[in-house]
C-alpha cells in the first residue's frame, strides 16, 4: 500500500479548476501536524518543481507561477493534503504529486492534469 496516493486530477479547459487530493497512510497525527507537507508537479520533459508548501502555524509558500490562483490545505483527522487550482492555464498541466518537504517518503503515483486552451 503506497504512503502517498494522489487523486482529482482531469482535463479541463483553461480559465477552469480542480481541487487535488493526497491521502496519506501510516502517518500517527504528531508525525502528519510536524511536517511540512508539499505538492510538486512535473510537466512533461521537465524537471520536478515544487507548487506549494504547508505546515502548521506558519503561512504557507506557493511558486510565483502559481501565487493567487492555488490554495494548498490539510485536514488532520484525514491525513491529508489539498491542492485547490483556480483559473487553471495550459502551463498547468503535468502530474501532480504531493511528498513532505524533504522528500523522504516514497513517491506516488501523481495525479495528471491536462489544461487546454
Known amino acids: 500500500q503506497r504512503q502517498l496516493v494522489e487523486s482529482g486530477g ?5 480559465g477552469g479548476s ?9 502517518i500517527i497525527l504528531s508525525t502528519f501536524t510536524g511536517a511540512v507537507w508539499a505538492w510538486y508537479r512535473q ?4 524537471q520536478r518543481e ?3 508548501t504547508i505546515t502548521g ?9 502559481v501565487k493567487g490562483r492555488f490554495t494548498i490545505s490539510t485536514d488532520n483527522i484525514k491525513r491529508s493534503i489539498y491542492l485547490q487550482m483556480n483559473s487553471l492555464k495550459p502551463d ?3 502530474i501532480y ?9 516514497p513517491w506516488g503515483q501523481g495525479t495528471q492534469v491536462t489544461v487546454s486552451s
Open 97 to 105: 504529486y504531493c511528498n513532505r518537504d524533504d522528500q523522504e517518503l
Open 10 to 14: 482531469g482535463s479541463v479547459q483553461a
Open 18 to 26: 480542480l481541487k487535488l487530493s493526497c491521502r496519506t497512510s501510516r
Open 50 to 52: 515544487l507548487v506549494a
Open 43 to 46: 510537466a512533461p520533459g521537465q
Open 57 to 65: 502555524g506558519r503561512p504557507a509558500y506557493y511558486a510565483d507561477a
Open 92 to 94: 498547468d498541466t503535468a
